[in-house]
């Protein structure tokens, strides 16, 4: 057995205890220099350690795992998640999706990484990804649908994981349009589609998916917390990755077949019983400048429309939307 599965063996044979340095090293045969270089390892892995100077080591945390072929039979989804690609590592789980949608991968094939070392946001952010503490993954689509109902399936998805999560962890989550998913103002999840196209007819669509599970305060950097959580943060307690992702194949599946069969409209109702940006005075800053209103609804191609101070309607496509400015 490696030395830190020994170390990790004895952590957790003291469950809420402080297990001394000196008490390690003994039983590992290892210097106290060789047990703190384990503890290090421990928390890359995602375990979180407690150490004191004058108790030594108490295990507050353990990441949960994700069995990929466990997944795949935890649900009974006819495509969405049956097909797993589980990887500890990647640099973003859209490219590793793509490359298998350019081969020829079937609809509903996921990706699911441990880690992104250059996971992606929206208008060319970046989104943090450390290794066990949330889910990152990306789903190939391939809807039989124009090129300009992309966007309605980024709604889609948002209806899908927002439905899920409430089930699951029985938190406030609200949709922000077009698709960030926040708890009390501050975002848990993002979403990132992107598409390919050939003859104005989509090729096929990777859904990327970033929702913020087990991470806790020390994972974000300083200028994300007031904007970031996670549901353990929010939830004061962690939650199963497996039991997410199964749970969100079932809606997402359930919800894309009815969008498939009859259209937008049932989605949009969805997305507007969900949203947390309706009927906030909001500025948004749109391609074609800046305007502050507040959005009414969605139109039918999932635009938001958008009432102004002097009661005009307009309808926005693309815009970066600011936080509620009548919130005291
Ligand atoms: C956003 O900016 O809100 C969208 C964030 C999307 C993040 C997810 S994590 C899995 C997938 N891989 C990426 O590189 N990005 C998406």
Same mark, same amino acid.
């Given at each position: ?5 020994? %170390? ?7 469950? /809420?205890?402080?297990? *001394? ?29 407690? =150490? ?11 990441? /949960? ?12 989804? =006819? ?7 589980? $990887?500890?590592? +990647? ?11 350019? *081969? ?40 039989? @649908? ?11 998805? &948002? ?11 029985? %938190? ?40 913020? +599970? ?9 200028? %994300?917390?007031?904007? =970031? !959580?996670?549901?353990?943060?929010? =939830? ?9 992702? &199964?749970? $969100?194949?079932?809606?997402?599946? !359930?919800?894309? /077949? ?23 005075? +909001? ?10 209103? !507040?959005?009414?609804? %969605?139109?039918?191609?999932? &635009?938001?429309? @958008?009432?102004? &101070? /002097?009661?005009?309607?307009? !309808? ?13």
């Amino acid at each position: 057995m490696k030395s830190h599965d020994q %170390l990790l063996n004895l952590l957790k044979r003291h469950p /809420d205890q402080y297990v *001394s340095g000196a008490m390690m090293s003994q039983e590992l045969n290892v210097s106290r220099t060789a047990v703190w270089k384990q503890i290090r390892k421990l928390e890359t892995a995602g375990y979180e350690i407690e =150490a004191s100077t004058k108790l030594g080591y108490r295990l507050l945390y353990s990441p /949960d795992e994700i069995n990929s072929e466990r997944l795949a039979e935890s649900h009974s989804t =006819a495509r969405f998640g049956q097909s797993i690609h589980y $990887f500890e590592q +990647v640099k973003s789980t859209q490219d590793s999706a793509r490359a298998l949608a350019e *081969s020829g991968a079937p609809e509903g094939t996921l990706v699911l990484a441990e880690e992104q070392t250059g996971g992606r946001g929206r208008m060319g952010r970046g989104w943090v990804s450390p290794q066990g503490k949330g889910i990152w993954m990306s789903m190939v689509m391939r809807p039989h @649908v124009p090129i300009h109902c992309a966007p309605q399936l980024t709604l889609l998805t &948002a209806v899908a994981l927002c439905r899920s999560l409430r089930r699951l962890t029985e %938190l406030p989550i609200g949709i922000k349009w077009p698709n960030d998913l926040l708890i009390r103002g501050k975002k848990i999840s993002g979403i990132l589609l992107e598409s390919a196209a050939e003859d104005e007819r989509l090729k096929y669509i990777v859904a990327g998916v970033g929702i913020s +599970v087990n991470l806790s305060e020390g994972d974000y950097p300083e200028e %994300l917390l007031a904007k =970031a !959580t996670s549901l353990r943060i929010e =939830a004061g307690q962690p939650f199963s990755r497996s039991a997410i992702v &199964a749970e $969100f194949m079932q809606e997402w599946e !359930t919800l894309y /077949d009815l969008f498939l069969q009859e259209g937008f409209n049932a989605i949009a109702a969805l997305w507007e019983s969900l949203s947390v940006s309706i009927g906030q005075k +909001v500025r948004l800053v749109t391609p074609q400048g800046e305007l502050e209103g !507040t959005p009414v609804g %969605l139109d039918e191609s999932g &635009a938001i429309r @958008v009432e102004r &101070a /002097d009661g005009s309607l307009v !309808t926005i496509f693309s815009a970066e939307m600011g936080e509620p400015l009548n919130r005291s």
